[in-house]
């Protein structure tokens, strides 16, 4: 299967790498393989390191959360520590009650047990059809054969076990230098439908070998998850399963960074790199989706008025289906606009749709009309609102709404 990646590139303080692994920071292996929850596909994967890693996690904000979550969650309060993930796609253990909880715990227990680990430092994490009871019978057979299997090649099984229905697996990778050390930082994702904030029906995991004290990891995961995966929209549905968890087994031997290390602000550049690249692949690999579109906003009193902007707009389905259509109708976006909760003055909006501005000052303006469709056909298609208020700004990414959406959902459970 066709990896999505960014292109390599270098931006200040690291190095992006152009064939990206999850198994690349140093300690860590993975696997996966066909257990029989799906007909054919990879369902079952495993991530590992040799070492008790620092780790931190964020979750869903939906109410109904699925069983793997707060087993996860469970395990992470006893020490803060991880060493394993056992991630299951093809069926989401939620809404399974007290059976589900079983359930991901005896997945965790198994897996602690061939790798020879405490039980609380595996973490478990499930995506697919809510509402059916885990396959045990064929979840428990499985769960050897990934420990056998691990190892530094187990990038690409990994990555297509934790699929549903994603057309190809995501994955970013950056180095840079700490301490006079190199460090790693790589992440692989899933997700392509029920994608909304916050998060999505999507896994995110992200291993490095920095060494980094524990609540700085938590802090530094919850700041960049609200300025990423928390930005990504597909289809306005919010997860019972989201999940993005990081292990950090400190074998790059550099000195612990926390906020005050001199290096501090180059990591956070460099983790934050990873998270974002990974919620946009998320979002351009949306079901049925054409295209990625980008939605920036500037010149709002706060970030959070920002990020209410820009998400109304990117989560529009009229706005959505316009970009598809390239139907230049800027009208759907200020309608969004409106209705975000963010504070503005329409007098003072300008609007542009890639270059072509639309709106100045709140009013139309004469624009070309072939111009305005030709930048909704990019890929990102841009779309960029200035509300002239203040010196906040955020971005936002979705898709573009398509017939195929409405053909994949319609069969999703058979």
Not at 13 to 30: K, L, N
Not at 137 to 154: E, H, N, S, Y
């Amino acid at each position: 299967m066709e990896q999505l990646q960014v292109k390599a590139a270098e931006e200040p303080g690291f190095e992006v790498v152009g064939e990206p692994r999850i198994t690349s920071p140093r300690g860590f292996t993975a696997a996966g393989l066909h257990a029989g929850i799906k007909r054919k596909r990879k369902d079952l994967g495993l991530i590992a390191c040799e070492v008790p890693a620092t780790a931190a996690a964020v979750y869903t904000m939906n109410a109904y959360q699925a069983a793997p979550l707060t087993v996860t969650r469970e395990g992470l309060a006893m020490e803060g520590k991880m060493q394993a993930m056992i991630v299951n796609s093809g069926n989401a253990n939620a809404c399974t009650g007290s059976r589900g909880v079983e359930d991901a715990r005896e997945m965790r227990r198994e897996t602690a047990r061939w790798l020879n680990i405490p039980e609380h430092r595996v973490g478990v994490a499930s995506t697919g059809v809510i509402g059916e009871p885990l396959p045990m019978d064929r979840i428990g057979p499985g769960i050897p054969g990934l420990v056998k299997q691990l190892g530094p090649a187990g990038h690409d099984s990994f990555c297509q076990a934790i699929l549903t229905t994603d057309t190809c697996i995501k994955a970013v990778e950056v180095r840079l230098t700490v301490d006079g050390r190199e460090v790693r930082v790589a992440g692989a994702a899933k997700g392509s439908g029920m994608i909304q904030p916050r998060m999505a029906t999507m896994l995110a995991f992200i291993n490095t070998d920095a060494a980094i004290e524990a609540p700085a990891l938590q802090s530094l995961l919850r700041q960049v998850t609200d300025e990423t995966f928390n930005m990504i929209t597909v289809d306005g549905d919010c997860s019972t399963n989201d999940m993005v968890s990081v292990m950090a087994s400190g074998l790059a031997g550099n000195d612990p960074l926390t906020p005050k290390h001199p290096q501090w602000p180059v990591y956070y550049r460099a983790f934050s790199h990873v998270a974002r690249e990974l919620a946009q692949l998320i979002a351009r690999d949306g079901e049925g989706a054409t295209r990625l579109v980008e939605v920036v906003v500037t010149g709002a009193e706060t970030e959070e008025g920002a990020r209410r902007a820009a998400k109304a707009v990117v989560g529009s389905s009229l706005v959505k289906t316009a970009v598809f259509g390239t139907d230049p109708n800027w009208g759907r976006i200020l309608c969004a606009l409106g209705y975000s909760g963010a504070p503005f003055d329409p007098e003072r909006v300008d609007l542009y749709l890639g270059s072509v501005c639309a709106v100045h000052q709140g009013c139309p303006v004469p624009m070309v009309e072939a111009a305005a469709k030709e930048a909704l056909t990019l890929d990102p298609a841009r779309i960029r609102i200035d509300l002239n208020r203040g010196r906040a700004a955020a971005t936002a990414w979705g898709c573009d709404l398509t017939y195929d959406y409405v053909r994949i959902n319609a069969s999703y459970r058979t």
